[in-house]
Nanobody, 124 residues
Framework: DVQLVESGGGSVQAGGSLRLSCACSGSTYKSNNMAWFRQAPGKEREGVAAISAGGGNTVSADSVKDRFTISLDRADGTLHLQMNSLKPEDTAWYYC??????????????????WGQGTQVTVS
């Protein structure tokens, strides 16, 4: 099975930055698309940003465009999410996900089979 472990969450003031990381077991990042999702209390899980297998394509939700950047460290397969200019509405649990190599609707949760346990981000 694929194991995904997130880290880097925490509390930050509005306007601040955080960098989330997701460690992947094995070499799944070479063949699977990967993504970050978030879920705030009482809301549905939403796609934040995704990157294609191997890192050739990326996409971000409109709500985070120009503020968040997804990247893949090919040396060790770690997925990152650099979050700048954070807003209170970014407060949520953030999850790393791994799925197929089909680049169809990469911000849809149903495209992903493997999920991490999440890391909490609080912006005040």
């Amino acid at each position: 099975d694929v194991q995904l472990v997130e880290s880097g969450g925490g509390s930050v003031q509005a306007g601040g930055s955080l960098r989330l990381s997701c460690a992947c077991s094995g070499s799944t990042y070479k063949s699977n698309n990967m993504a970050w999702f978030r879920q705030a209390p009482g809301k549905e899980r939403e796609g934040v940003a995704a990157i294609s297998a191997g890192g050739g394509n990326t996409v971000s939700a409109d709500s985070v465009k120009d503020r968040f950047t997804i990247s893949l460290d090919r040396a060790d397969g770690t997925l990152h999410l650099q979050m700048n200019s954070l807003k209170p509405e970014d407060t949520a649990w953030y999850y790393c996900a791994s799925g197929s190599n089909r680049w169809w609707q990469p911000l849809r949760p149903s495209e992903y089979s493997y999920w991490g346990q999440g890391t909490q981000v609080t912006v005040s």
